[in-house]
């Protein structure tokens, strides 16, 4: 299911990761990225928001952005931030 997602959205490794696992191991990686979501009993998926994740040099989230044409220039400034970070 997810290679098909990954294909319909055109995303890919190593920009893109896609989580799977036994549910209660990816409610655990969820919470540690703060992401909101709700578990959709019929299709057993979990629903969540799209964002962008930075994290900083010592792998503490550093942004959190929504997916749209305003943070994708956020995005890039954020991402001017870290690579210049000490």
Known sequence: ???EMAKAQEISAPQF???TGPVQEV???LD?????????????TIEHVNLHILLDRRG??????????RQQ????SALKLL???K
């Open 1 to 3: 299911a997810l290679a």
């Open 17 to 19: 990761n896609l989580l």
């Open 27 to 29: 409610e655990r990686v």
């Open 32 to 44: 540690a990225f703060q992401v909101s979501r709700r578990f959709d009993p019929e299709s057993k």
């Open 60 to 69: 503490k989230i550093a942004y959190r952005l929504t997916v749209g044409e």
């Open 73 to 76: 220039e956020w995005l890039m």
């Open 83 to 85: 690579i210049d970070e």
